[in-house]
């Protein structure tokens, strides 16, 4: 199974700590930005299934009827790819003859997530052959696991209940290859996955100006009654912590939608400023401070800044 949450670690490589380095902070001006993650950091997501432990609990949500699986069967898996470089909230894990992948996103849909994972589950399948890379021309057939893929999304933008990689190629017809991911938005059990659902609910219910402070985190975690073992986990994290890990998943939402809009709108100011106040929208900002930072940030007067607003409003029917 591959679950995506995050960025996936190359540990001390070079190639993760140069491609995390090209992140940049969109608060800042063009001229003034500043480099945010040059090493692998682990966020509230990844550290949660760091454990052979919440990773069977987190099986048993996706497979309830298969009990007969235990701890023992677990083997975490760290997913590597010489096309891509994982991202902080990837989670893989090997359960018998299945391959689990998953990742979370906050806020944004990624519609190529089926290719991503084309990518990470063809890496694994080469490392089971292993150097002897003549096994695959013998007439016995090797086996490998079967895959299951997983996105935990947890955006306000629609993005259904699963995603294709056939609905990328071009043209018409049948296709001799296809990849499906599942998109999990919800849990209605009191489990881990449960648990991180509603804080990250929790959080985007209670930020001001786009964070939540570790006064109003530390009031959820007392009063948590889902989960024992979710419990169990945050009772091991002080509030300071975990918010610190929410930050750094916000900050990456944040990254890549200002990079998204920036390469999507001819416009490329435009794109700028739609992207920054679509980033502020979902991050739970009401619209007076959005005014305030889109105007500051961008040096903008009240009449570009009203324009800028009513052309998002239009294009994108929210504020």
Known sequence: MVITEGRAAFGKDNRAEKASSNLLNPELGNENRVLLHKTYQDSLFTKL?????????LYQHLHPTDISVTIEDIEIITLCSTVI??????VAFKVGNRLMVLTEHQSTPNWNMPLRMLFYVASEYEKLIGDDKKLIFRDKLIKIPRPEFYVVYTGSKPLGSELRL????RGEGDTALDLQVDIITESETDDTLGGYLDTVRFVKNNRRDGHISPEALHGFIKNYKGSALFKQFLDGMDAEEVVKMIDIEYDYEVEKEVLREEAREEGREEGIVLGAIDVYVDSGMDKSTIVTKISKKFKLDDSETAQFLSLYEKRYGRI
């Open 49 to 57: 299934y760091s454990s052979k432990e919440t990773l069977l609990d």
């Open 85 to 90: 470089v994982r991202r902080y909230n990837d």
């Open 166 to 169: 056939s609905d990328a190629f």
